[in-house]
Structures are given as C-alpha cells and as structure tokens.
C-alpha cells in the first residue's frame, strides 16, 4: 500500500528516504522514529543530578536513620562481645543470618558506610552548586526600581523641598544604616541610578543572609558527617575496676573492656599507671543520698613520675587527651576459699554490685582451681553493708557506710562452664551444670560471714573466710578526638537553621522625580517582602523616616496595600508619621526584573 507524504514534508528522524514514484507516492514503508541515546556519559550525568538533587539527599538522610536503627535494637559487637555470641546462642536460625548482614556491626558494615558514603557525596554536590550562584549573588546589584510602585504591599508617598538627587542618596544612606540597636551593621545592598529626565532612584535588598544560613547549615551537616566518621575511626575507650590499694596500667589488656575505632592503635596509648590509694562516700544523714563521691590516686607517668590526683565525679582526670571518669563505686569483700585437701583455690577481693541505694550489693565468687577430681565451687549472695536483723535468720542493710558488713552465701558445685569457649558474665553464674548445696530437710545452706569469721563449707567442699573489706572505683577511660568538632558544627547547623528560617528577605525602592511646585521633589517608596512580613512597613516607614529627616515635607502619605487607607499629612514635621494600617497584602506579580522594567513588563 502506498504511503502519502505531502509534498515539502521532511522527517527530521528518518534516515533515508524511498525514492518517489510518478505519481509522487512511495511503496516502501516509513523509517521508524530514531530517539537519540543518552550513552555512558548521559547515563552518568542524569545519575549525578539525580544523586546531588535535595530530594535524594533528604531521603538518603531519613534512609540513614532507618539504617540505624537495628544498632538500637541488636547487641553490637564493638560494645558487648559476650552479649553478641549469647543471641546467636539463643538464636540459632536468625542469628548467624543476621551476623552474616551485618546486624551485630552495623556501624561498620558495608550497607550503613555505603549509604553514609551517599549522604556525604549528596550533599556535596548540592552545596557547591548554590554555593558559587550564591556567590556571584552577592557580587550582583540590586534590581533597577520598577515603573509602577502601586502594586506592592507596603507603599508610601511624600514630597519634600529639595532635589531628587539628594533625596534619593539620603534613601540610600538611610538604607545602608542598621537598625537602632545596631547601626554600624550594613543592612542593604544599595544601588543609586539615575533615570533620566531628573528622576533619581535608589533600590536596596536584603535578605542573603538567608540563603548564606541555609549553605551553612548544610556545609554543617558535612563537618558533623565527618567529625562522627574521624571519632569512630579514632576513638577508643576502656572500663576498669580498681580495687583500693590496688592499681592499673593504661594498656589494652588491663580494661575489663575495651571499644576501639577502626584506625586506632595500641601505641597511641600512652603508658602510665594508676593506683587507687583511697575512696570516699559521703551520704545524707537523712534521705541516705549521696552527697560526694571521691577517688584519689596516685598517677605514675612514663618517665617514673608520680602524682597525687583527685577524681570525683563530673571532675574527670585528664591524661594524653583522654579523660578518666568516676563512673560507680563499690565493696569488694577479701575472700579466701580452700578446698576439700586444704589448698588455697581461690584468695582475692571479689567486686559485689550494688542493687539499691543502701548499697545492698550481689556478688559471684568462682573458684575452678580446685585439686585433684573435686566439683568446682560457686558462691552466689549478697554483701550488707550495715546488716540489722529484722525477723530469724533474714538481715536488711539500713545503711550504705559499712558500719557492720555481713556476707549472706549460698553454695553450689559441679562444672562452672569456663572450658566450653562462650564468654560468661563475671558477675553471673551459670547454673546449668551447678548443683545447689541443700541440708538434710532439702532447703538451701545459707553461709553469713563478717569480716575476720570462717565456716566450713557444706559436702565437704572445702572452707571460706572473710578477710576484709574494702571499697572498689568504677573508672571510664574515653578519647574521641572529634568531640570538639562535632559541638562546633552542631552549634553551626543550629545558627544557620535559625539564621534561614527567621533572616527577613525584602527589597525596598525609593524613586525621586521633580515635583508641581517649584523646588519640590516627589516621593514614592514601595517594599516587597519573600512571603509575608510585618515588620516590611515599618522598616519602609523607617527608611524613608531617615530620609526625608534634613527636607521639608510638602505632604507625606503612606499605606500598606493598593485600595487600602491612606493616610496624608501636611504637616512640617521631619518624620513620616507610623503607619496606622497593619493591612499587608502580597502582591499577585513576582519580584521585580533586573532589567528595569515593571511587572507587568512594560
């Protein structure tokens, strides 16, 4: 079937055309339309906008505290090792599916660098855009004052005995004055321009203050990506018990725990050693709260200097740029356990945790070392600081001062589990394989030990004795580099967001032209605000205030809005009466073009 092309009709898309008949029509079918195609670098082109577009950041941004979230809801490795390997314990399908993903490092993963990475990249690359439009911005002048004055929200009108020159520069320089509270601060960019014909006008604007806070909010955003990065790659701390008289060296092995960035080194520790001379707690004699809590120790630098040092809470030591807290305190009662041949299993001070605010504290004693086949001992109770009988056989502490200390013990035997591999909690026993010591009724031995007593333990496991009692330091070893940094861009981010949100955007013009009478000046002022603002006919009134404060007015009026009061004076004083209209309605005109021309662009 022949296809009809009318005559001049070219098709920009086909490539090759059937050579025509005699009668002007061709039988070969028409070329399908060729697209043109984007190629590897239009494909990535189209995917950097796309990726340095706000709407991406934003969601990358919400997609980052989504990704988060399961470091809140699992156990993290880098805090708890022990905790991590108990819920694959518990967990046998979900968990070692869950530790493939990542959900026990979240942090460190892949998925959460990847989208950090994004976030970081996202940003970046909708910061140097603005930022140099912003730039040539400022470089820029003010748009030329319109034509038609009468169609902004707030106007006024005036006419004075002088020239337009001189009115129109006075504007300016009332425009470039701050406010009251500051007038050394530049408020408005001003350009004064001469219109022809003896008509002189002056254009100011104000209001990049705004953007200038929103690019440093964002520029705010990437410090505080940064700074969180660098102290996560260099941070590190450590939690130790020091037991008094006792010491510690600041080295990885001798913290109970440990938490360390990617990038730290052991070698950037430095190698002191702290000793735990004393420890006070005072309490209320009354309520039983505690009043003060203080730590001193004796700090021994490297090269085998030594120094008394006082640590109390909220009142870190500072050693290498690390800070050393206070961070809980306890009783560590002397023990020592023989076993069933009379050997010294276990001797040592055993930290008990306390449970209340009298310092009633619970307690693990572990004794594995035991000779020959006998069953490993465990003792499980509580320390009362000052024990009181309340009925037969049941004490209560009423104080958190160790005025008089009892050990309440239950005992138990057989396998402790320390040899199966999984990390166990110092301060709990694992029940599992133990065997509770009952009487001949079936009820549990109960052992109450104070300091100095020794009882013979039940079945023959041995003996125990209550040596002393002295007080232990919960002490917290940070360093995060980036600390200073992260408050720095914080406070940044929240002076920008304040700055973008409540700096006013306004244009204010003031056009003088040759007035009817002879030596007068006509003077018509409008301002326009971004969105509303209350405060533009005010900060009108007061510019051409300061404007027209060396001439003599003829007649000044002013209004708010087109078909509102206006109100008219001919008085001779030197300021513009306060408006008395608070009416501001926004124009349905766009701001004013920078060629000069009105809106309506004529």
């Known amino acids: 079937m022949a296809t009809y092309r009318p005559e001049g009709l070219e098709d920009t898309f086909a490539t090759s055309a059937a050579a025509p008949g005699a009668d002007g029509s061709s039988d070969a079918p028409a070329a399908p339309p060729r697209l043109p195609r984007l190629g590897p670098t239009g494909w990535a082109r189209w995917a950097w906008r796309q990726l340095t577009s706000m709407r991406v950041a934003l969601l990358l941004l919400m997609l980052l505290a989504v990704a988060a979230v399961p470091g809140t809801i699992f156990p993290q490795r880098a805090q708890d090792v022990s905790e991590v390997a108990q819920y694959i314990d518990d967990h046998p399908s979900t968990g070692p599916w869950l530790d493939r993903f990542g959900f026990f490092d979240v942090y460190s993963s892949v998925w959460f660098s990847a989208i950090y990475l994004m976030l970081f990249i996202s940003l970046v690359g909708c910061i140097l855009p603005r930022t140099r439009a912003h730039l040539g911005a400022l470089r820029g002048r003010p748009p030329r004052t319109p034509r038609r004055l009468t169609r902004f929200p707030a106007q006024a009108r005036a006419e004075v005995a002088g020239t337009p020159q001189d009115v129109a520069r006075r504007a300016a320089s009332a425009m470039r004055r701050g406010p009251r509270w500051a007038p050394f601060v530049r408020s408005y960019r001003v350009d004064v321009h001469d219109e022809g014909g003896g008509a002189w006008s002056a254009a100011g604007e104000r209001g990049y203050l705004r953007e200038t806070g929103n690019l440093v909010f964002h520029l705010a ?16 701390r450590g939690q130790a018990i020091v037991v008094q008289g006792r010491g510690m060296a600041n080295s990885v092995k001798e913290y109970d725990t440990f938490e360390k960035g990617t990038a730290f080194s052991e070698d950037s520790l430095e190698p002191f050693t702290l000793r735990l001379d004393d420890f006070t707690a005072r309490f209320d004699d009354e309520t039983l709260e505690p009043r003060d809590f203080a730590a001193y120790v004796t700090v021994t630098d490297p090269d085998g200097t030594p120094s008394a040092e006082t640590i109390k809470v909220n009142h870190p030591l500072e050693r290498d740029g690390a800070k050393i807290y206070l961070q809980g305190n306890g009783y560590a009662p002397e023990l020592t356990v023989r076993d069933a041949a009379g050997e010294v299993a276990f001797s040592g001070a055993v930290p008990f945790l306390p449970q209340d605010e009298v310092y009633t504290s619970r307690g693990v004693v572990k004794v594995p ?31 958190p001062q160790p005025d008089a200390p009892l050990l309440v013990l239950s005992v138990w035997s057989g396998n402790l589990g320390l040899d199966t591999g999984v990390p166990q909690n110092v301060y709990q026993l694992d029940e599992s394989r133990m065997e509770q010591a009952v009487d001949a009724d079936g009820k549990a031995v109960t052992i109450y030990l104070r300091p100095g007593e020794s009882v013979e333990l039940p079945d023959g496991l041995g003996s125990v004795s209550f040596d002393s009692l002295t007080r232990y330091v919960a002490l917290d070893l940070r360093h995060d580099p980036a600390l200073t940094w992260v408050l720095v861009f914080a406070l940044a981010a929240f002076a920008g967001l304040a700055a973008s949100l409540f700096a006013p955007r306004r244009r204010l013009w003031v056009r003088a032209v040759p007035g009817t009478r002879p030596g007068s000046t006509v003077v018509s002022a409008a301002g326009l605000a971004r969105g509303d603002d209350v405060g533009l006919q005010p900060e009108l009134d007061r510019v051409l205030a300061d404007a027209l404060t060396t001439f003599d007015p003829v007649t000044v ?25 608070a009416d501001q309605t926004q124009p349905d005109t766009p701001d004013a073009p920078r060629d000069g021309r009105d809106h309506a662009g004529r």
């Open 221 to 236: 955003l990437v410090g505080l990506l940064v700074s969180v990065a660098a102290g996560q790659m260099l941070h590190y």
């Open 369 to 399: 070392d035991v000779s020959g086949d006998q069953a490993q001992v465990g003792l499980v109770g509580y320390l009362l600081p000052t024990a009181v009988e309340i009925t037969d056989g049941l004490y209560q502490s009423v104080d």
């Open 557 to 581: 009026e002013h209004t708010t809005a087109p078909g509102t009061t206006t109100v008219r004076t001919t008085t001779a004083d030197t300021r513009v009466p306060p408006t008395t209209s």
